[in-house]
């Protein structure tokens, strides 16, 4: 799936830029990077309609972009899993609902759940074109730290959300999400050193109340990674003009950094192992760092002279399962 937003979010966020300057903008955007930074949570950086434009345009796009990318390996590794109904739990401008009916368009009805009112009517606006689920959809006011009578919907989605949460309280939301979920929850998180941390306690928690992990680990053993190890994962985006001019660059693309859990409660799909950097290549042939099902991170290399075996190599990249290899 493409990392690029849908056309009708495109179009929608366009709009929210007629007759907005673009030097207040670039300012505010670059505000509000700078007070994410520092640790400050949404509640604190976007309260207003220019904040959420802001945000939009400088966040957006790559949050989309990690969500595309994380749901579609999720559809992947799942094939059997069709979900009618989402929640989309920490939801911001609404960005990780339109990547799940960008893969699962059959989602019939979507809640979005947030604290903050601007980014649940930004998200309202951006989805006034966009498809019917989120037209509709029913946009909840709440606290994730406080989890009360969430709906129950076959996919449930947390992206970028538990940043926000104070560590002692993370447990309690991440039972809550899965008390919701009937089917598959899906989290994402920075690619920080942080932001695995918190995947890394949000998996022992899924797995003590039983559920399958189904990605990025192929396994459910500890994870073999260790610091200043971590493990993340890489999406490239492209940058529009306005992007760029918002942060402040002249590079016509970005990579988002993130990592993510794919965790269900039936279905398993086959164990395969996970390539955990960028693939070495050279002469001889190509060497791969895997997390394989047996819960250990190992060398694998694939000989250029074995053609069936490198030919398949060869497309793969950072992220990618490598099949046949378990």
């Not at 730290?145 to 970028?160: G, K, M």
């Not at 492209?238 to 990592?259: C, Q, T, Y």
Request: with cysteine.
């Amino acid at each position: 799936m493409t990392p690029d937003l849908p056309p009708a979010l495109r179009q929608a966020a366009d709009r929210l830029l007629e007759g907005v300057s673009r030097k207040g903008l670039a300012e505010q955007s670059a505000r509000i990077s700078a007070q994410y930074r520092a640790g400050q949570t949404s509640a604190g950086v976007v309260s207003s309609t220019a904040d959420a434009t802001a945000y939009v345009l400088t966040r957006l796009p790559a949050t989309y972009a990690a969500g595309a990318h994380v749901l579609a390996e999720a559809a992947r590794i799942a094939p059997d899993f069709r979900p009618r109904t989402l929640l989309d739990a920490g939801a911001g401008p609404g960005g990780a609902s339109w990547a799940a009916l960008e893969t699962w368009p059959a989602i019939g009805a979507a809640t979005l759940l947030d604290s903050n009112r601007a980014f649940l009517e930004m998200a309202q606006t951006l989805a006034a074109e966009g498809p019917a689920a989120l037209r509709d959809a029913l946009r909840l006011r709440g606290d994730l730290t406080a989890p009360q009578d969430w709906p129950a919907t076959d996919l449930v989605v947390a992206s970028y959300a538990l940043a926000e949460i104070a560590p002692a309280r993370q447990a309690e939301t991440i039972a809550a999400l899965w008390a919701s979920s009937l089917g598959m929850l899906v989290l994402i998180e920075p690619g920080t050193p942080a932001g695995h941390a918190r995947i890394l306690a949000a998996r022992d928690g899924l797995i003590a109340a039983g559920a399958t992990i189904l990605a990025p680990c192929p396994h459910h053993a500890p994870c073999p990674l260790v610091a200043p190890d971590w493990c993340h994962f890489v999406q490239r985006l492209p940058r529009s003009r306005d992007h760029r001019l918002a942060k402040g660059g002249e590079v016509p693309f970005e990579d988002e950094k993130f990592i993510y859990l794919v965790a269900a409660r039936a279905g398993v799909a086959r164990r395969e192992p996970r390539i955990l950097a960028p693939p070495n290549t050279a002469k001889p042939g190509i060497t791969f760092k895997l997390c394989t099902p047996a819960g250990t991170v190992e060398p694998r290399f694939v000989p250029r002279r074995d053609k069936q075996a490198y030919a398949i190599a060869r497309r793969l990249d950072w992220g990618d399962v490598l099949p046949g290899a378990d």
